[in-house]
Every structure is written in C-alpha cells, then in structure tokens.
C-alpha cells in the first residue's frame, strides 16, 4: 500500500489489481450519496447491501439535502448506513462534502441516490486503492428508463442484466473516450472522464484538494476531477464497476439548457476549457499562466518593466506574483525618502490595487489550480510572445517541465501544475522534483531563440531611380549591425546585467 510507483502521465499500465473475488480486502470505504427525496433511494440501498465488499469495511452515509419530509432509510439497507442531515448550504457538491466530513472510512465512494451498482462495484473500484495512493477510480453507467422493480429483486439479482434490460439502456458517452484512449493511459486529458456519479479516492486527496466546490450547481464533478489533475493523480476507469442511473441525464431532457447552465462555472474554473474563453478582454477566476517573479533587492524600475511585459503579451489569462519580503513593510512612522525599504514599499504601493498581481512572500509549492507556472529573471522581461509559444512547445508531448538555458547560465522555465503535484506526491525529503518530473512527464531544454524572438530588421532605404542623379559621394557598404538587446531602464547607481535577444553575448554591468 506504500509504494507509489512514478507512473508516466495517465499510463497506469505498471498497477497490477487483485483479481475480483480472491483477495482480502483492509481499507474501509465510505459511500457518500446526496439525496434530495431520494424517490430511488431503496433500489440504491438494496444494491449495496448486496456487495461483495465487507461489510465491517463499509459504511453508507445517505446525506440529506433539505428533504422533505426527511428522509427515512429503507429496512433493506447496508448493515452500516446512516443519514447525515445538512445543516447549511444546499446542492451536491455542499452534500457530498458535508457527507465526507463525517465519513470515517479511508476511501471516499461517491454514489448518486439514482444509481444502482453491481455486487462487485465498490470492490472493483477499491482494489486499485489497496495497490498505490494515489489514484482516482472511475465507475461505469448506462442510462436506464426506471422499471417496476422492488428492493428485494435488487437484492437478489446476481447480475444487472437480470433485472434491468441493458440493451435498450444508453451508455455513457465517456465509455468511447475510455475505449479510443485505451482505456485512458493516453489521454491528455483524462479528468474530462471523471463526470459520473461514481468514482472513488483516498479521504486523504478528497480533502487535499478542498473538496468538491459548494458554488459550482452543474458540472461539479467535473470541476472537482480538474483540481484532482492538477493535485497529480492518476485516473483509471474500471469496466467491472458497472452501474445503472435510473432515468435518462439531463443532457437528453432539454440539451441545449444542460450545455449552457455548466459553461460558465466550467469556463471561470477550468483554464484548460480554451474553447469556452474565447470573448475578448475579459478576466477569469482561474489564470491559466502565473508568472512568478522574484523581486527581492531589485528596483521598482526593473520590475515595472517586467510587469508590463507580462501583462502585455499575446497570452493575456495571466496572473503575475511578485516574490519579495513584503512582511517587513509596516506602516508606522519612518523617513519616507530614506526608508531602508524604499524600493520594496514604492513596488507595494504601485501594484496593490491591480487583481492580476499578487505579492507574497513566498512562492506555493504549486500554482493550483492555475495549469501552468512560469518562472524566469525578473530582468529578462517576457517577449509578446513567450508564454503562448512555450505553451505550444509543452502542449505537443504534454512535457512536465520546460527548461529555456539562458546565455548567462540561467534559465527560464514553464512548470506543468499536474507534473509538479505528481512530483510532490511522489518525493520523499530532499529529492529534486525535476529528477522526478523528469520520469512522470519529461523535462526538456530548449534555447531561447524561438521565445524570445529578434526584434524585426528595419527595411533599407529604397534605392534611387536610376534617371536621378547625385553630387554626394557613395558611402561604403556597411555590414548591418548586430541586433541590440532589450534595454531595462535603472537609474546608473542600479546597473544591472540585462538580457536582449537571448542568445547574444551578455552585456556586463
């Protein structure tokens, strides 16, 4: 149960699960279920009574979202079931968080109060959990119009098929995804999976990540799977925890309304969605790029300039943290012109009133749920058109860590958020997390040319017609000169080594 293996991307491939039905399970399972009247809860309840999971391994926490009446559990039910009533707040996500503040068990199954599981559902689902810690397993459905069915034919049923006919049933519009992405080792992006009421994950994650978001009313799933990617997880959908949902989704009740009532919750909260932040000028919960640089003993002048290249380029969903001492300014009396901190205090008052620009005094182990963080010299100001060509260089072969090597031996580097979770969860004290990255998702180095481009060439003069003539001698060809680097603005006390076009010689202080 402590290993956890340095798995390349969503490539679980080196995780070896029990087979159902002969092994020994020893991790306890809480199955949360939001209900609100819960008019299929008995069926529910009935199919998790007849599991093949221990039942002293296993509670059931039926949290009750403002039903009325209360709701009132069933005779068939789990040995180990419970209602756990909100108190305040309303909707799912408020409901399964308030469930799993109160579970006990080591792993969190998240369930609807509409679906009915096979007997090896949560078996299925928790055997990969006894293998690593990391994990987020995914649950299969198929969409069935509700039969006249009792809890006791539940119960009793040894299959689905035996009470439900599956063949007229819908599936899941996930399963082709799993399928075509073998079962999504290869898939770039295998959150987007994590959208059905049933997967399961260490109590631990669950709470690492917050939770699911009690603002978000539709696609919270969804939502929360993408800070499940960011945290460094890996997916794995498990086609032996099948399921039913009694009824068809909402998507085939009224489509059009579906799609639009989870847009924006989706397009604030999940940079990734590029598709739903097309309008122009606007500004988004999440960035999808913090820029970290640090500020400390350096001019307001040089960070000024830094600053506005950052929010001037092609890419403009950006957040800027500047990282500097900020907790030594104190706002008691002092010699304004010769205040120690003046610098610090003048950069602090410049920028605080500007949302898109943090100041801290430490950098987080990770910019989530920001995907990507950028980190570089605060005295190379970014190019129009760094990060957007970064970002393409890293989005071809999903590169964890994108090291640019600057003439001076410094670098300029673009961190993916889920590779540096991964590596988080994986390092033991002391190891170097790019060593780690490095087998999970790739470091690759590159040279700064492409990022930050040459400044274009001014076109010479055109050349006179030959029917003109002049009296002036011919000036002698000249070689066109050297391109200069971009200038950083200091006053002279405050020189510093600045960097132009990248891959020119350094020009010294």
Avoid at 51 to 67: A, F, I, R
Avoid at 359 to 368: S, Y
Avoid at 381 to 400: C, N, S, W, Y
Wanted: proline letters at 10%.
């Amino acid at each position: 149960m402590n290993a956890r293996p340095a798995m390349t991307q969503n490539d679980y491939s080196p995780l070896s699960p029990p087979e159902l039905g002969t092994w020994s399970p020893a991790l306890s399972v809480s199955v949360v279920i939001p209900a609100h009247g819960g008019p299929h809860l008995e069926l529910t309840l009935a199919a998790l009574a007849a599991q093949t999971y221990p039942d002293h391994l296993m509670e059931v926490l039926v949290v009750d979202d403002g039903s009325e009446p209360p709701i009132q559990l069933p005779e068939l039910r789990p040995v180990n079931t419970r209602v756990v009533p909100v108190t305040t707040g309303w909707g799912i996500s408020n409901a399964v968080n308030t469930g799993a503040k109160a579970a006990d068990g080591e792993i969190i199954q998240r369930l609807d109060a509409d679906m009915v599981a096979c007997r090896e559902h949560i078996e299925a689902l928790a055997r990969w959990h006894h293998v690593t810690d990391y994990l987020v397993t995914i649950g299969m459905k198929r969409f069935i119009e509700v039969p006249d069915l009792t809890a006791e034919q539940v119960f009793r049923a040894g299959h689905l098929g035996d009470v439900f006919d599956l063949a007229s049933g819908v599936s899941s519009s996930t399963e082709a995804t799993i399928a075509k992405t073998d079962g999504l080792r290869k898939s770039r992006n295998p959150y987007h999976v994590c959208t059905g009421p049933t997967f399961a994950l260490p109590r631990e994650v669950f709470h690492a990540v917050g939770g699911l978001d009690p603002n978000v009313v539709r696609g919270e799933d969804t939502e929360f799977a993408y800070r499940l990617a960011m945290h460094g997880v890996v997916f794995i959908p498990d086609m032996e925890a099948q399921a039913v949902h009694l009824g068809l989704p909402a998507q085939h009740r009224d489509r059009d309304r579906a799609v639009r009532a989870v847009e924006p919750y989706l397009a604030h909260r999940v940079p990734l969605r590029r598709d739903l932040r097309k309008d122009q000028g606007r500004r988004w919960l999440v960035p999808y790029v913090e820029i970290v640089l640090d500020v400390t003993d350096t001019s307001e002048a040089v960070v000024r300039q830094a600053v506005a290249a950052a929010l001037d380029g092609k890419l403009q969903d950006v957040v800027v943290t500047l990282v500097g001492p900020w907790a030594r300014l104190h706002d008691g009396r002092r010699a304004v012109l010769s205040d120690p901190l003046f610098e610090m205090r003048l950069m602090r008052d410049l920028f605080a009133h500007d949302d898109r620009i943090r100041l801290i005094d430490e950098a987080a182990p990770t910019p989530a749920p920001a995907p990507f963080r950028y980190r570089g010299p605060v005295d190379v100001p970014l190019h129009k058109a760094t990060l957007e060509r970064m970002i393409e260089t890293v989005q071809k072969d999903l590169t964890g860590v994108l090291v640019v090597d600057l003439p001076d031996g410094r670098a300029a580097r673009l961190e993916r958020t889920s590779a540096l979770g991964r590596a988080l969860l994986l390092a033991a004290p002391g190891d170097d997390l790019d060593e780690i990255i490095q087998t999970t998702h790739g470091v690759r180095h590159e040279d700064p040319d492409r990022y930050w481009p040459p400044a274009p060439q001014p076109k010479p003069p055109a050349e006179k017609a030959p029917s003109e003539k002049s009296t002036a001698p011919k000036a002698a060809p000249q070689k066109p000169a050297a391109p200069l680097p971009p200038i950083v603005t200091v006053p002279a006390t405050e020189e510093r080594t600045l960097l132009g076009r990248l891959k020119s010689v350094i020009r010294p202080s």
